[in-house]
């Protein structure tokens, strides 16, 4: 019992060092590399679009037949995962680089790149207000890199629940049909775009997000909130620790037992409602949209609570085990000082009988 509020101590500070990372590898910020997945989305007719490379071996999507007569048709469409914060995407350069091959070289087959914003209801926004079209695609057994330059103009605000997708086209001038294959996934024909610049704060790190501030500036900064679940184990371990001689010293330490339970109570309440870490906060003149910097801790919070919430339980058993330890202090007080008492008495009446007996 000695050391377990010391070993509390130590599970806490190792449980609320920030680590690095986020939920879905790392932010949505400056310049981003994303890749075209195999992979199926969440939601059914997209595949994968993510700044994460497909941990996948190299595959091939194959477009409908396409003539001069049908038209151009749809070889695939990609949407990222949902992003959970408000996100800005400024305006920049696109680079589209893809690994393609069509099936012959008579005429000219293209792709059209088409970036739209699909909101969390299903609405659809394209983007672009030019096109986007790559080069004539060569046929060949190997395919080859093909990269199509886009300069956008203007801001994009994605919000919580929105969704970044690309669709591509295939078309052609030939009367004779044409298909085009796309590599995807893989080490070495990985397509995927270089895309502009995302809105990010200058100390934006891995574990840093930028998100609307839900509470209005009046979340409880986070180290006050880890301060305070260290003061009250802290406080644990001196109660536990501390020499017991006199029955004053039991008092002091019930004491500060009981002083311990609102600081982890506090520490317990920070995690079980994820408060974050307000850092600063910022507005974008183009958008007019102010957003606050947040930096999360740990990937959930509410393992921390749990954590907290034992915490409580572990300060109520140290402050009963401390108001018994001080009644069988009082207890064997008061006994001693009944035997102390009755040998009193008794020395008393063997002095009264002595007394009598030489008299």
Request: proline share 4%.
């Amino acid at each position: 019992m000695k050391y377990a509020g010391i070993v509390l101590l130590a599970i806490a500070l190792a449980m609320v060092i920030p680590v690095s990372g986020v939920s879905g590898g790392f932010d949505w910020c400056y310049h981003q590399d994303i890749m075209l997945w195999n992979a199926s989305s969440d939601i059914s007719g997209y595949r994968i679009f993510d700044h994460i490379p497909e941990p996948s071996i190299q595959r091939s999507i194959k477009s409908p037949s396409v003539t001069s007569a049908t038209g151009e048709k749809t070889l695939g469409t990609w949407l990222t995962p949902a992003f959970t914060d408000t996100t800005i995407i400024a305006p920049g350069r696109w680079i589209f680089r893809m690994y393609a091959s069509a099936t012959s070289d008579s005429g000219t087959t293209s792709m059209r790149y088409r970036l739209f914003n699909r909101s969390s209801d299903g609405t659809i926004t394209y983007l672009f207000f030019g096109n986007a079209i790559s080069t004539d695609i060569n046929q060949g057994t190997v395919p080859s890199e093909y990269s199509t330059y886009y300069a956008r103009r203007n801001y994009t605000t994605l919000f919580p629940g929105d969704r970044l997708g690309l669709q591509i086209n295939v078309s052609t001038d030939s009367a004779a049909p044409r298909l085009v294959t796309l590599d995807v996934a893989g080490n070495t024909n990985a397509s995927y775009i270089s895309s502009g610049y995302w809105i990010c704060p200058d100390n934006t790190v891995v574990n840093q997000s930028i998100a609307h501030d839900p509470t209005e500036g009046k979340s409880a900064p986070w180290l006050l909130w880890i301060l305070s679940g260290i003061t009250g184990i802290i406080l644990i371990v001196i109660a536990l620790t501390r020499p017991k001689t006199q029955r004053m010293d039991y008092e002091t330490n019930i004491i500060i037992s009981v002083m311990a339970w609102p600081f982890i109570w506090y520490f317990t309440w920070g995690g079980l409602t994820s408060v974050d870490y307000i850092v600063g906060a910022g507005s974008s003149a183009s958008t007019d949209i102010t957003v606050m910097i947040t930096q999360h801790i740990l990937y959930s919070f509410w393992v921390i609570g749990w954590i907290g919430v034992a915490g409580c339980i572990f300060a109520a058993f140290v402050t009963i085990l401390l108001i018994s330890q001080y009644n069988l202090f009082k207890d064997n007080e008061a006994e001693a000082a009944a035997t102390r008492q009755q040998k009193e008495r008794m020395n008393e009446t063997q002095q009264e009988k002595e007394h009598e007996t030489r008299h």
